[in-house]
């Protein structure tokens, strides 16, 4: 089978709606067809990577510790944009541990190399 | 080339349903292969089989089951998105195909391009 460089980008906060599962859902899937994934929390989405957060609370189910199950999945180029952290205030926000910090210019170059990008 | 395309917008009220319909439309006109339409997210609502619009809006579910029906591009939607939106084979409009994620999946690696609208 082909394998394909994919790049999936989150970018919707976490709980307004589920579209960051329904990505989740997307990667893992393609994961498990051996496909290259990457994962990049980009605007709005950088809020799914925060820690602890309690959706229990409002009456929702937790779908943020699958983030931090990726790479049992073997997708282990979880990212989350920096500018985007700093634009909402989040810089110093204790964040999932597997999600590593990209500049602006390697999210770029990240997304120059994929061969298929999925905005959700 | 071959084209697979996700669909987001939802049923009735998102131009980008009827932009994908066109974008098929002129990519199979210039020689080019729709693998498929794959409906994920709240895109799952254009596959209802109850769908009341007047004949004189805009009706993005004509404009996709026409694309199938001349060029017989399959239109998918995903069971679990389905499911979770009460889009099931009891209500099905003819025409739609029940898939998974996972088929979309074996067909991303096949295209050469695939392109969402939303």
């Known amino acids: 089978m082909n394998c394909k ?16 599962k329904e990505a989740l859902d997307l990667s893992l899937i393609l994961g ?11 605007g709005q989405g950088v809020f ?7 959706a229990e609370s409002i009456l929702q189910k937790d779908y943020i510790s699958t983030i931090k199950a990726l790479d049992i999945y073997d997708i282990e180029n979880v990212y989350v944009d920096t500018n985007s952290l700093e634009s909402y205030g989040l810089k110093n926000s204790e964040r999932l541990n597997n999600v590593k910090c990209l500049n602006r210019q390697e999210f770029l170059s990240l997304k120059d190399n994929a061969e298929i990008v999925f905005t959700i | 080339m071959r084209y697979l395309i996700m669909l987001h917008g939802k049923a009735w009220s998102e131009q980008s349903v009827l932009s994908a319909a066109q974008f098929a439309e002129a990519a199979i006109k210039q020689g080019h292969k729709i693998d498929a339409i794959f409906l994920y997210q709240d895109g799952v609502t254009n596959a209802l089989n109850c769908l009341d619009i007047p004949s004189d809006e805009l009706n993005g579910q004509n404009a996709l089951l026409s ?3 001349t060029h017989g591009v399959p ?3 995903c069971v679990t998105a389905g499911d ?4 099931n084979a009891d ?3 003819q025409g739609f195909k029940i898939a998974g994620l996972a088929e979309f999946a074996e067909r991303c690696t096949l295209a050469d391009k695939v392109i969402q609208f939303k």
Not at chain 1, 48 to 54: K, R, S
Not at chain 2, 84 to 87: A, D, S
């Open chain 2, 75 to 77: 239109l998918w939607l």
């Open chain 1, 5 to 20: 460089k994919v790049l999936v980008i989150h970018t919707q906060p976490s709980f307004n709606n589920l579209a960051g």
């Open chain 1, 48 to 54: 799914q990577t925060l820690a602890h957060q309690d």
């Open chain 2, 91 to 93: 209500n099905l409009k």
């Open chain 1, 32 to 42: 498990s067809y051996e496909q290259d994934v990457s994962v990049v929390f980009y």
């Open chain 2, 84 to 87: 979770k939106r009460g889009v």
């Open chain 2, 67 to 69: 694309i199938h029906n």
